[in-house]
């Protein structure tokens, strides 16, 4: 695998990265929330819409023969680039959150009972907490939780102790949204397997920052975003192993997902399509696959290497900040920096770094139960891509600074 790419060519790739405020450049650091997309997506979304756009599997013409093959080819792209062992183990729908949330409804309700455990983390993202809580409170189960220490590592030990022969289903995110620790899944996903657990992964944060592949995590479901990969919005990918999909029932009904239907009775088609009800986001798949094939020619290790380095560097340069103070410091993180500095809200900190063109995230960031693990009410966050470069980082600590002189 490639261990380097050419980081100014890359940047030229985004169209918006090319665009200034004032005269600045745009600093882009909010990758953790949502990626921004090379025109080599734009442009297979827009020629798929001028050029190719039909509905798929209804349509006898050759228009929409084409289109579906196209998105037919998307999901076998994704399967082979997670790693899967065939492309029906992977269910097109609309983001992480409706993948968990089919997860809990077409899983954990048939098969998640009364007395039954579930754990999470202590600092999971509320898309995969609430829908836990929500079917602990309609099964009658009991919700479990993994506490992490000071630097936001998760305490295997405990882990372990929670394991029982009651526990169903262990839900955790293969990297903190929050403060860019990345678990340990694999050991996590055996651990679990142990006492007959299943194990979903929320790979939001994992996916497009280094390889992930399924099989060999050995985890039962792993789900994410499209438009954290560098792909469009409204699109994402929930995995799972074949035969619990060919057992669990349809998240939802209508047309495309139905195998014969009478006015007494509806069988349903086999997976993927059993899950995938009405008309898919097409543009969005083949938006999709476009991002796939950008990511897979700058290669999955020389990618991790170039976020390694940047946040090498990001941490280094943010605590020689008086004041500055990091929330997350695990010895294995991906590229997050989640900081408060001093009196200064997280709120002030973006808005004073918004005028410089530097964007951040400022809040809780969907995870209020990390917060309050870290006794704070929110934090800064600053978050890298394949785009983000040191002057990038530069920049970040000039504007920090900035924001310093204007609060004394």
């Known amino acids: 695998m490639k261990t380097t790419f050419d980081i100014a060519a890359v940047k030229a790739d985004f169209p918006v990265l090319q665009t200034q405020v004032q005269g600045k450049p745009l600093v882009y650091l909010d990758h953790a929330a949502t990626a921004q997309k090379p025109a080599a997506v734009i442009d297979a979304m827009t020629d798929f819409y001028r050029t190719g756009y039909a509905t798929i599997h209804r349509g006898v013409y050759s228009l929409s023969q084409e289109s579906t093959a196209r998105f037919d080819e998307v999901r076998a792209q994704i399967a082979s680039f997670l790693g899967a062992k065939r492309p029906a183990q992977i269910i097109f729908v609309r983001g992480t959150t409706e993948a968990i949330n089919l997860v809990a409804y077409s899983y954990g309700r048939p098969f998640i009972k009364a007395g039954d455990e579930i754990i999470v983390s202590e600092i999971e993202h509320h898309a995969n907490l609430v829908p836990w809580q929500q079917l602990c409170l309609e099964k009658g189960c009991v919700l479990r939780m993994i506490p992490v220490d000071d630097a936001g590592v ?35 996903v055996r651990l679990a397997h142990g006492v007959g657990a299943k194990v979903l992964i929320d790979g939001a944060q994992g996916v497009g920052h280094f390889d992930v592949n399924v099989s060999e995590l050995d985890c039962d479901f792993y789900c994410f975003s499209g438009h954290k990969l560098y792909g469009p919005t409204g699109i994402g990918v929930l995995y799972a192993k074949y035969e619990l999909l060919d057992k669990m029932v349809p998240y939802q009904t209508g047309g495309d997902m139905i195998e014969f239907v009478t006015f007494e009775k509806t069988t349903f088609a086999k997976p993927p399509e059993k899950f995938e009800a009405g008309t898919p986001a097409i543009a969005e798949v083949i938006g999709l696959g476009a991002a796939i094939t950008y990511l897979r020619a700058l290669g999955s290790d020389a990618i991790a290497a170039h976020e390694h380095a940047l946040l090498a560097y990001a941490t280094k340069s943010v605590l020689n900040i008086a004041g500055l103070r990091i929330i997350g410091t695990a010895p294995s993180k991906s590229g997050v920096i989640s900081f408060v500095l001093e009196d200064i809200h997280p709120h002030d900190i973006g808005t004073i770094l918004d005028s410089e063109n530097i964007a951040i995230r400022a809040g809780h960031h969907c995870s209020q139960t990390t917060m309050k693990r870290f006794g704070v009410p929110a934090t800064a966050r600053a978050s890298f891509g394949v785009y983000t470069d040191y002057e990038d980082i530069d920049r970040l600590i000039a504007g920090i600074k900035r924001v310093k002189e204007i609060f004394s």
């Open 154 to 188: 998760l305490d295997i030990s405990a882990y372990e102790s929670l394991l029982s022969e009651k526990t169903a289903l262990v839900a955790i995110g293969h990297v903190s949204n929050a403060l860019g620790t990345i678990h340990p899944v694999k050991d996590i």
